[in-house]
């Protein structure tokens, strides 16, 4: 079965099975419509990793190693694999000298990178991403990205972000797949291995945000 919305205004059309993306890909949305069918497809597929980067999904009383324990028993019991992917986890994003830390002490981008961590726990070739990198400042939202390009890349990840309103996050997770791939050309193109190629205006032209970097198809709103 196809999957609702990802081939209709609101968010690009992927390349992967059904309609999502493949391992290494993102494709992104923007408006109201898009965040809707991100909604539809975290219900569809129950066994995607969901995030809402506007909501923490950690635990405020337990400190950082015991949020992921926490997060990697419910999702793989007492399997070295859970553990391994949590060290693996924690490298990638930046936590492993904050883990003695509670939440509260830790930095906005620290934060989000605990809460994706929670989220890429779960085994799963489908990460669904409300509001990304919200409120992080430019530095922090760039590390986050480029970390989370690499971490798609290695763990077989396919990504769909809708952001209602903010192109930041947007831009920043297209610059970060962008800097992995061929220079701007003047086409638009969905990102990550084996997209094809389609023609169409920069994304942020007809929004007066200025253009995104090549990569990244115009939502059609």
Same mark, same amino acid.
Do not use: K, N
């Given at each position: 079965m196809a999957s609702p919305g990802l081939s209709r205004p609101g968010l690009c059309p992927a390349q992967g099975p059904g309609g999502l993306p493949g391992p290494g890909q993102v494709v992104l949305g923007l408006g109201p419509r898009a965040v809707a069918r991100l909604r539809r497809l975290a219900g569809l597929y129950t066994r995607a990793a969901y995030l809402r980067g506007d909501r923490p999904g950690f635990w405020w009383e337990l400190p950082v190693a015991a949020n992921l324990d926490w997060e990697r $028993?419910?999702?793989?019991?007492?399997?070295?694999?859970?553990?391994?992917? #949590? $060290?693996? *986890?924690?490298?990638?994003?930046?936590?492993?000298?904050?883990?003695?830390?509670?939440?509260?002490? *830790?930095?906005?981008?620290?934060?989000?990178?605990?809460?994706?961590?929670?989220?890429?726990? $779960?085994?799963?070739?489908?990460?669904?991403?409300?509001?990304?990198?919200?409120?992080?400042?430019?530095?922090?939202?760039?590390?986050?990205? $480029?970390?989370?390009?690499?971490?798609?890349?290695?763990?077989?990840?396919?990504? #769909?972000?809708?952001?209602?309103?903010?192109?930041?996050? *947007?831009?920043?997770l297209a610059a970060a797949w962008a800097a992995e791939r061929a220079p701007a050309t003047g086409t638009e193109r969905p990102l990550g291995p084996g997209a094809a190629r389609r023609p169409g205006p920069p994304f942020g032209e007809r929004l007066g945000a200025g253009p995104l970097p090549a990569g990244i198809q115009e939502p059609r709103l």
């Open positions: $028993r419910v999702r793989w019991g007492e399997s070295p694999q859970g553990e391994a992917r #949590v $060290r693996h *986890l924690a490298a990638a994003l930046g936590l492993e000298e904050r883990l003695h830390l509670y939440p509260a002490a *830790l930095r906005p981008g620290e934060r989000a990178a605990l809460d994706l961590a929670l989220a890429l726990i $779960r085994q799963s070739g489908l990460l669904l991403w409300e509001e990304p990198l919200f409120s992080l400042d430019p530095r922090e939202g760039r590390a986050i990205a $480029r970390a989370v390009q690499g971490l798609s890349r290695q763990l077989g990840i396919g990504i #769909v972000a809708a952001s209602a309103a903010s192109l930041t996050g *947007l831009r920043q």
